[in-house]
């Protein structure tokens, strides 16, 4: 028997961003669900080994959660892929579709990225027009997911930069990810972002083994948010509170705890529109 489905656990992470009050936003944590170890306990991913009954417990505790915000909302879960194509969702939308990234201009839909070390980024606008989500692991970054995300629901100017009146109409938070102490990553890595743009350089160290590097995936989004023209990025700074690695009675991290504890959970990033 499954224990009784806690409420909201104060512990979950509301972004800290001046979006306008239509705009709400929650980041889960790995508190308050009903999974055993090493899922336990609010595991929201249904790919990763935990107990079917206690993943879909589990979500109904975030739906009821958003259903009791204020702004009720229903949560949209994507097959994210590591690529860097979005999705605009309907009242109609079902979860499962292979994307990593979502947007939506109608109320009452969330649009939910599952993460357990890969960075999770919300946007918004400043008039509170439309919302999106973007799933940003380093492939999906180095891809293009949030150029792409951006150009599906804010599409360029003609100078190519974010489309609003100022550049800072766009605004990102970004949720917790790897952070730079842990992130060791190998020189494949470090060429698919410099390739892109030599600056993407200042986001790596030398790392404790010859070949290879410690990247800061939160600075690599920033840079490339900046060059996309979005000015306005909150949340994850790159310091250790941030970190999935480095927080285990906080998040879920597959690096930490796939190999040693045999699973890893996911956390939710959700954002959405009221009436």
């Known amino acids: 028997m499954l224990p009784p489905m806690p409420a909201k656990n104060s512990d979950w992470i509301v972004p800290d961003w001046p979006a306008p009050a239509r705009v709400h936003a929650l980041c ?7 999974s055993a170890a090493p899922w ?48 605009a969702l309907e009242p109609g939308s079902a979860d499962g579709m292979a994307f990593d990234a ?57 100078d190519g930069r974010a ?15 790897i952070g730079p102490q842990a992130f060791e990553v190998g020189a494949e890595v470090r060429l698919a972002f410099c390739t892109h743009d030599p600056d993407a350089a200042r986001c790596f160290a030398p790392g404790p083994a010859p070949g290879k590097y410690l990247a800061d ?30 927080n285990p009675s906080r998040f879920f991290s597959h690096r930490r705890d796939a190999v040693r504890l045999g699973g890893s959970g996911r956390m939710a990033a959700c954002v959405w529109l009221g009436a």
């Open 28 to 34: 889960t944590t790995r508190a308050g669900g009903v």
């Open 40 to 87: 336990d306990s609010c595991n929201l991913g249904g790919h990763v080994g935990d107990d079917a009954r206690a993943v879909q417990a589990n979500r109904q505790v975030l739906r009821q959660v958003l259903q009791r915000s204020g702004a009720p909302a229903r949560p949209v879960y994507l097959n994210q892929v590591h690529g860097a194509r979005a999705v």
């Open 102 to 158: 979502a947007g939506t201009r109608a109320a009452g839909i969330a649009c939910t990225i599952l993460v357990a070390d890969c960075l999770p980024v919300l946007f918004t606008d400043r008039a509170g027009t439309r919302v999106a989500a973007a799933h940003a692991g380093w492939r999906g970054l180095a891809a293009g997911v949030l150029e792409q995300t951006l150009e599906c629901f804010w599409p360029p100017a003609q």
């Open 163 to 177: 489309q609003a009146a100022p550049e800072t109409e766009v605004m990102a938070w970004l949720g917790p990810c």
């Open 217 to 246: 995936l939160a600075a690599l989004a920033r840079q490339r948010l900046a060059r996309a023209g979005v000015a306005q990025v909150f949340g994850n700074d790159g310091s250790r509170p941030w970190c999935t690695v480095g």
